[in-house]
T-cell receptor, first 114, second 116 residues
Framework: KAGVTQTPRYLIKTRGQQVTLSCSPISGHRSVSWYQQTPGQGLQFLFEYFSETQRNKGNFPGRFSGRQFSNSRSEMNVSTLELGDSALYLCASSLTGPGANVLTFGAGSRLTVL | SQKIEQNSEALNIQEGKTATLTCNYT??????LQWYRQDPGRGPVFLLL?????KEKRKERLKVTFDTTLKQSLFHITASQPADSATYLC???????????????FGKGTKLSVKP
């Protein structure tokens, strides 16, 4: 079956712009989690959606937002980009949520902010 | 707040030896602990999950132990091969005591290099 698909794979933005990243989960998976990965901080949890509702949110500013659609596809948005937002953004899906369910990750979206 | 520490940022071993990676956590014990492998430029890939009431779990050349007294998990790769070179991440569930579903928090990973 198809894996988790993230688009775009690479993008370059300038400070102050905004960006939208997309994630298509594995068919049948209703939970989508987003993570930011940087060399210094590792994988940091952004938020998790289940059935179009945000169930959990990590410690990120309000510039980071997301949503989930009825088909479980998810998007995340970062507004007013800062240099420090340069990172690999990973989306992961699971059947009902993390914990006992394992996460299946996409290949990520590499964001560079200039 | 819950913290995860993977003691070694990097581990270099010779092919054929056993690699042992360590994951320590603070505060409460998670119900589940997971290990993932990540190759450069790729997303992490799930390897093993161990429950708090399980002492050990095996899958082919991989073995995970879980000691809730020491608040530690060990990840072993026996008969290591150069193809095992990657970053290995441990992750544990973090439950909201208010009753909502948990999320998974990750350690920073250990980069394993297996030399021929």
């Amino acid at each position: 079956k198809a894996g988790v698909t993230q688009t775009p794979r690479y993008l370059i933005k300038t400070r102050g712009q905004q960006v939208t990243l997309s994630c298509s989960p594995i068919s049948g998976h209703r939970s989508v989690s987003w993570y930011q990965q940087t060399p210094g901080q590792g994988l940091q949890f952004l938020f998790e959606y289940f059935s179009e509702t945000q169930r959990n949110k990590g410690n990120f500013p309000g510039r980071f937002s997301g949503r989930q659609f009825s088909n479980s596809r998810s998007e995340m948005n970062v507004s007013t980009l800062e240099l420090g937002d340069s990172a690999l953004y990973l989306c992961a899906s699971s059947l009902t949520g993390p914990g006992a369910n394992v996460l299946t990750f996409g290949a990520g979206s590499r964001l560079t902010v200039l | 707040s819950q913290k995860i520490e993977q003691n070694s940022e990097a581990l270099n071993i010779q092919e054929g030896k056993t690699a042992t990676l360590t994951c320590n956590y603070t505060n409460y014990s998670p119900a589940y602990l997971q290990w993932y492998r990540q190759d450069p430029g790729r997303g992490p890939v799930f390897l093993l999950l161990i429950r708090e009431n399980e002492k050990e779990k095996r899958k082919e050349r991989l073995k995970v132990t879980f000691d809730t007294t020491l608040k530690q998990s060990l990840f072993h790769i026996t008969a290591s091969q150069p193809a095992d070179s990657a970053t290995y991440l441990c992750a544990l569930d973090m439950w909201d005591y208010g009753g909502s579903q948990g999320n998974l928090i990750f350690g920073k990973g250990t980069k394993l290099s297996v030399k021929p």
